[in-house]
């Protein structure tokens, strides 16, 4: 059987870490990160230097294909890469939070996969759309995949528990993604769809950096607004109801904020997840349960780490791209079942 650990947080493992460990790994984020995005503008096909790079960002020559490369590919597609993974880490971290369930994920429930059912059907039957208007379908096909998710949790007998939760986002999951390839089949948008589909930021440009970025900050924002209440509400409804929290007004704004990360990040990415999974666990174990701690130390961590996995979809297979769902999913997967098997407590 599947465990999970599905207590409340232990109040003392709350406050028992020093916010100073926090302020080395924003430091310490922020290094890599600057590190990351340098080496993500130099890697490549074509054969970039670090001073080609200055020279293109502080003295642009657009009769020099190098810098045209540098300037309208490169450089979009890495502050691509950090948006979104600091988007799906933080919307992880928010849901893993909110739900008690540290097996929570907006690829394992399904989110991811009702935007893309969404923007399937509007790239199929209006291509002409622009990428902003995009995002709003996103955001639609996102809390349409949650509401189908929860919906189908509470029609089973039972109290909603992390496994039926984990159960309809993967029914949901995959029916979406099996009705989205039926709509790419046709309507001939196969081609168009498949990378977009196992993920990648390789299209990427300034107009995916200029349309999500309002959003993502947004979210983040609103996340770190949202933290110390996240932190009490781990503590159980109880307790947080107890404190004078209203619990329903932070799953509902916490829900919102999930969407506002999740619907400008699919468009731009399309289907990459474990990003949500993986990022929240590793500061827990760095910071432990204060989700004033958690929020930003994630928000840092995803997108170091899919700057660099990005860096591997271009290096892994060159000349050709390894799409980038297809490198978290090889590091996700193997992280899933460690944790499903570390929990100590039944899922039912």
């Known amino acids: 059987m599947i465990k999970v650990e599905t207590d409340r947080a232990d109040p003392k493992e709350i406050v028992g870490k020093s916010p100073l460990i926090m302020l080395i790994i924003l430091l310490g984020g922020v290094i890599c990160l600057l590190f990351g995005l340098a080496l993500s503008v130099i890697s490549g096909t074509a054969d970039i230097s670090l001073s080609t790079v200055w020279e293109a ?3 642009f020559n657009a009769e020099l294909e190098t810098h045209q490369i540098v300037v309208n590919l490169r450089l979009p597609r890495a502050l691509t890469g950090a948006l979104i993974g600091a988007s799906f880490a933080v919307a992880g971290a928010m849901m893993q939070g909110v739900t008690r369930n540290p097996l929570a994920d907006t690829g394992l ?6 935007s893309g059912l969404v923007l399937a059907i509007v790239i199929a039957f209006f291509p002409s759309l622009s990428f902003g208007s995009l995002i709003y379908f996103s955001f639609l096909g996102a809390g349409l995949g949650v509401a189908l998710i929860y919906g189908l949790a509470y029609a089973v ?3 909603l528990t992390p496994l039926r939760l984990i159960l309809a986002g993967a029914v949901i999951g995959t029916l979406m993604k099996g009705m989205t390839q039926i709509i790419s089949l046709l309507t001939g948008t196969t081609y168009e769809l498949a990378f977009w589909s196992a993920g990648g930021i390789s299209a990427a440009e300034w107009v995916q950096v200029k349309m999500i970025s309002p959003w993502v900050i947004t979210g983040l924002i609103s996340a770190i607004i949202l933290s110390p209440k996240l932190t009490i509400l781990s503590l ?3 307790v947080a109801t107890g404190l004078g929290q209203h619990t329903s007004s932070i799953k509902l704004i916490s829900g919102i904020t999930v969407l506002l990360l999740v619907g400008a990040s699919v468009p ?8 949500g999974l993986i990022i929240p666990h590793i500061v827990r174990f760095l910071v432990g349960e204060d989700y004033r701690l958690i ?16 860096i ?9 791209e390894t799409p980038l769902g297809s490198i978290m999913a090889v590091i996700g997967v193997p992280f899933f079942l460690y944790l499903a098997r570390k929990e100590t407590k039944p899922l039912l």
């Open 295 to 310: 929020i930003p130390c994630s928000a840092m961590l995803g997108a170091v780490i899919v700057v660099f996995a990005d």
């Open 268 to 275: 731009a990415v399309g289907g990459v997840g474990f990003i």
């Open 57 to 59: 960002c502080f003295h």
């Open 236 to 238: 159980g409804e109880e």
């Open 157 to 159: 007998r039972g109290a």
């Open 312 to 320: 591997g979809a271009k290096l892994i297979n060159m000349p050709y």
């Open 109 to 114: 429930l399904g989110i991811n996969a009702g």
